[in-house]
Structures are given as C-alpha cells and as structure tokens.
C-alpha cells in the first residue's frame, strides 16, 4: 500500500527565504503526483501536478521535481512571502490497478514571517 | 466561475440522523471524488465514481453511501451518523481521472454528537 510522508509537519521561515518542502513516497510506481495549497478554512487549490514521465514543473516562484527511483518530490519555493503561509500537500496517483485513487501526505504547515 | 459547490459548509447532527452533503461542479467534470480529513491522517478518499451511474469505495467507505444520477451532481449519505464520522469533508472533481488536475471544494465540517 502506498504511503506518503511529509517532514517537516510545520516550518517556520523569514520572509525572503527560498525553501523546500519534501514528499516522499513507498512505491514508485507512481502515475502523477500533485502538490496542493490548503488555507485554513478553505479547500484545497492544486499548485503543480507532475506526470511520472516528468522530472519537474515550474510555476512562477514554485518548482516542483519529482524523482521516482527514490520516492522523492520537492517543491522549491523562491522568495517566500507571508502570503504563502498555508499547508502544502503532496499526493500521488498509483499506476496500477486503479489510477483514481490519490493518496496524500499530511501536509507541511508553513509560516513566513514578515 | 468553474467551481466545486458543497452544502452545507458546517453541520452539527446527533447520532442516528441521516444527513446528506451535497456536491455539485460546473465544469462538465466525469470523474468526482470525496474525501474526508482528519488531524494526523491526512485525506482519505471516501468514494469516487468515474462516470454518471459508475461509482467504487475508496479508501474509508464504511458508513457512507454515494450517487451519481446527474454528471454534475455526487452527494455524500450518512444514513445513521456516528461520532467518529465528525470530520472535515471535501469534494472533488476532474475531467478525467487520471492525468487531470483535482478541483477542490471549500469543505464540510460535520460534527455529529
């Protein structure tokens, strides 16, 4: 079964920053993975979605990457402002059998501060 | 504006009442999925269903029910409510249920006593 990680569970950086959450997962045989922003209160708004057969994606100050042979998939944050203050999660569709499943880590809390 | 709408957005129940959490996107969306979040387990898909009248458990279907009479329309039945369904709950949709990018709702929160 697959399981995705996400360490830290919280981060706490100055504004200005760059940054970079990680993901991990247990299988690689993984169809996509999407990182999501969650604001307190609100639903969850997609950042990034990587396809398997990509090794990363950029949008604006984010860039996301993904390395299947290891599990891992970061995403770098660039010139962090209070703004970005949210949690971030990553999730990963699998390849096999069903490919409607996502499973999600618990999210990274970040704060920047002004 | 393309969206995911879900009603209602907080609910408080007591044991034993059926409740239903309505979805519904605008986006002519196939695939539509719910979700449940709790602190400490993350999201954990509910059920799914890929296609109107085509609908399969995901991860956590024990006390939830599904339909998918309408493509625009996946409402989430708990026919008796128990404590441990007191969760945050999301909706879910895409064009495809594979390579396409996941619209959000804004979230139930249900708390049942």
């Known amino acids: 079964k697959q399981e995705v990680t996400q360490i830290p569970a919280a981060l706490s950086v100055p504004e200005g920053e760059n940054l970079v959450l990680n993901c991990s997962f247990t299988d690689s045989a993984i169809y996509n993975l999407q990182w999501f922003r969650q604001d307190p209160g609100k639903g969850l708004t997609s950042l990034l979605l990587i396809q398997s057969s990509q090794r990363e994606q950029t949008s604006g100050r984010l860039n996301a990457s993904l390395d299947k042979s290891s599990g891992r998939s970061t995403l770098y944050i660039a010139a962090s402002q209070p703004g970005d203050s949210a949690t971030y999660l990553c999730?990963?569709?699998?390849?096999?059998?069903?490919?409607?499943?996502?499973?999600f880590g618990s999210g990274t809390q970040l704060t920047v501060l002004p | 504006e393309a969206q995911v709408t879900q009603n209602p957005r907080y609910l408080i129940t007591v044991t034993g009442k059926k409740l239903t959490v309505t979805c519904s996107q605008n986006?002519?969306?196939?695939?539509m999925s719910w979700y449940r979040q709790d602190p400490g387990l993350g999201l954990r898909q509910i059920y799914y269903?890929?296609?109107?009248?085509?609908?399969d458990k995901g991860d956590v279907p024990e006390g939830y029910k599904v339909s998918r009479k309408e493509k625009r329309n996946f409402p989430l039945i708990l026919e008796s409510p128990s404590p441990n369904q007191t969760s945050l709950y999301f909706c879910a949709s895409s064009l495809g249920a594979g390579a396409n990018v996941l619209t959000f709702g804004a979230g139930s929160r249900l708390t049942v006593l």
């Open positions: 986006m002519n969306h196939e695939y």
């Open positions: 999730a990963v569709r699998i390849s096999s059998g069903s490919a409607r499943q996502l499973t």
């Open positions: 269903s890929m296609n109107v009248e085509v609908t």
